[in-house]
């Protein structure tokens, strides 16, 4: 079946500091799957960060992006400068082309941003 | 942010309890989903409905689960004997018939 294995965290990082989440899947349903980060805030529920259902292209938001590799079958999420308030859990996740079907999460990677 | 509504946010039941949750969907969107993320968050996908009628569902769902998705009603899971493995987060998502899927708080459920 399909799988996304992501970096197992905690990741603690340093405010103003650089963070990248790795993420590959392998997809056995589909070629190229649509690909997602979604984020669950302390307290909060989980919230859809970005996506990109094209290999080769990028997505972003909120400061953070993601490019769909199809060569290395990953989707690592990157943002250049993290404050207090990307302290969170990070989920990759992969859907085929069907908006029937459901998705495919990884573990979660928790960062905790320090001031 | 979503507008997908769970409730209750918290569940406790006893071994061989029913257990039942509901969902209302973002206002627009006919496909629904349920999701059981356990405590070594790990989601798996239960079952998922467009308008009424069932589209998916795993074998574990036919079994002890049952869900439904009347027509101006919300969406409902229930677990008729309720098991210490079934506590987990359930996640409720909806879809406007696209790829992405919009998900509520979830009802966190704890079978003593």
């Known amino acids: 079946g399909d799988s996304v294995t992501q970096t197992e965290g905690p990741v603690t990082v340093s405010e103003s500091e650089s963070l990248i989440i790795n993420c590959t899947y392998s997809?056995?349903?589909?070629?190229?799957?649509?690909l997602f980060w979604y984020v669950r805030y302390p307290g909060e529920g989980l919230q859809l960060l970005l996506k990109?259902?094209?290999?080769?292209q990028k997505g972003s938001s909120r400061g953070f992006e993601a490019t769909y590799n199809k060569e290395t079958t990953s989707f690592h999420l990157q943002k250049a400068s993290v404050q207090e308030s990307d302290s969170a859990v990070y989920y990759c996740?992969?859907?085929?082309?069907?908006?029937?079907?459901?998705?495919?999460f990884g573990l979660g990677t928790r960062v905790s941003v320090f001031p | 942010n979503s507008k997908v509504i769970q409730t209750p946010r918290y569940l406790v039941k006893g071994q061989g309890q029913k257990a039942k949750m509901r969902c209302i969907p973002e206002?627009?969107?006919?496909?629904v989903f349920w999701y059981q993320q356990n405590k070594n968050n790990e989601f798996k996908f239960l079952i998922n409905?467009?308008?009424?009628?069932?589209?998916?569902q795993i074998d574990m769902t036919e079994k002890r689960f049952s869900a439904e998705c009347p027509s101006n009603s919300p969406c409902s899971l229930e677990i008729q004997s309720s098991e210490a493995g079934d506590s987990a987060l359930y996640l409720c998502?909806?879809?406007?018939?696209?790829?992405?899927?919009?998900f509520g708080p979830g009802t966190r459920l704890t079978v003593l």
């Open positions: 409905f467009q308008n009424q009628e069932v589209l998916q």
């Open positions: 206002k627009g969107h006919p496909v």
């Open positions: 996740a992969l859907g085929i082309n069907n908006y029937a079907q459901g998705l495919t």
């Open positions: 990109v259902i094209t290999a080769g």
């Open positions: 997809a056995t349903s589909i070629a190229y799957p649509n």
């Open positions: 998502a909806s879809s406007p018939r696209s790829y992405e899927q919009y």
